[in-house]
């Protein structure tokens, strides 16, 4: 009898320890199941518009480092190329937030697409007018009766101000001349004058063997007709349904461009990773970093306001845009674009 309680009594031991470790495995799967829940990460696609290059540095930079993880997204980077449209991959929902040109979002906004700025990622416009000094083009008066090169579609607006600022008639006064993607143009003496970006094609010009003080250079910052150039813009409805996850985006790209303006030589080990060393070199993405990087803080912008759309800039881009037909009737900027995203962003 003795014998039969106590074996009762290990039985109904044995019976409440189970219980209490069932209990604690259930409590167990329930912390591991809350924490999953809570570290999910939102899906965010950008839209590049060009190819894995240091121009967008940042971009890479605050994924390499995890920026966008520690911000709960799961960032996927589309490249862009010849073929696609920024605008329309974020309006078809192909992607979440895109990167593009000023005017040619503007040019978009009037056609109905219901995008908004959120960004404004190169405060200057990186475009000049090159010549070789035996051109005598010393100054833009100098374009008279001259052959310039320029990138139709979108991109000549700005030399057409240019002349229009010196009253220079571009269809008798010059011969605008398309130019392609490279400078053999110019190298080979076909145009007086050619097209070509601070972080692209000026550099190739120098790689070239040409030396800066072989260069005549016309800034379009400079003469007052640049245009704003790099910008991350969204789908106004995404933007609306998702302020706290846009801003946490805006977050994380601006410390990773912050960390390229801080060690360009790091950003471009990371961006070379991406590229085609068939068609560039290490040399060229980091002088081509060392570049962006001016337009993104140019001197005297003070960090803290990185990325903030400035209304002065803004409003010339569009006004330039509606004077030489990219758009047809005056934008109303203050719907065009937005400081709100980046003001949240800035205050988490």
């Known amino acids: 009898m003795k014998k039969r309680r106590i074996g009762l009594v290990i039985i109904s031991f044995i019976l409440l320890l189970s219980t209490v470790l069932t209990g604690c495995g259930s409590q167990t799967a329930s912390t591991t199941a809350q924490s999953t829940k809570s570290t999910k990460l939102t899906k965010v696609r950008l839209q590049l518009k060009w190819l894995p290059q240091t121009q967008f540095a940042g971009y890479y930079v605050a994924k390499e480092k995890g920026y966008y993880k520690d911000e709960g997204i799961d960032i996927e980077i589309i490249p862009g190329g ?12 192909a992607a979440d ?15 109905g697409f219901p995008l908004v700025e ?18 005598n083009i010393n100054s833009p008066k100098d374009l008279k009766g001259k052959k310039v090169g320029a990138w139709f579609g979108g991109l000549e607006f700005e030399i057409k101000a240019l002349l229009d600022k010196y009253n220079i008639d571009p269809d008798k006064d010059v011969e605008l001349t398309k130019q392609g993607f490279t400078m053999d143009q110019l190298l080979n003496n076909q145009i007086d004058a050619a097209s070509a970006l601070t972080y692209n094609e000026y550099l190739i010009l120098l790689e070239s ?5 072989d260069l005549n250079v016309i800034d379009m910052n400079k003469e007052g007709v640049a245009m704003l150039e790099d910008n991350l813009f969204a789908n106004k409805d995404w933007v609306k349904d998702n302020k706290e996850v846009a801003a946490k985006f805006l977050k ?17 080990d990371i961006v070379m990773k991406l590229v085609d060393t068939k068609s560039t070199t290490r040399d060229h993405q980091l002088n081509m970093a060392k570049e962006v990087i001016k337009l993104v803080k140019p001197d005297g912008l003070d960090e803290s306001k990185i990325g903030y759309i400035n209304k002065t800039s803004f409003q010339q881009t569009a006004d330039i845009a509606l004077k030489f037909g990219v758009i047809k009737k005056k934008p109303d900027i203050s719907k065009a674009y937005t400081n709100a995203i980046l003001d949240l962003a800035n205050k988490k």
């Open 209 to 213: 063997g040409l030396k800066a003080e």
């Open 97 to 111: 937030i895109g990167m593009t040109w000023v005017a040619s979002l503007l040019s978009h906004q009037e056609e």
């Open 118 to 135: 959120l960004a404004q990622i190169t405060q200057k416009s990186g475009l000049l007018l090159v010549s070789k000094k035996s051109a």
């Open 252 to 268: 994380a790209t601006l410390k990773g461009w912050k960390d390229v303006i801080k060690d360009p030589e790091g950003a471009t």
């Open 82 to 93: 010849p073929d696609i449209v920024p605008e329309q991959q974020v309006s078809n929902g």
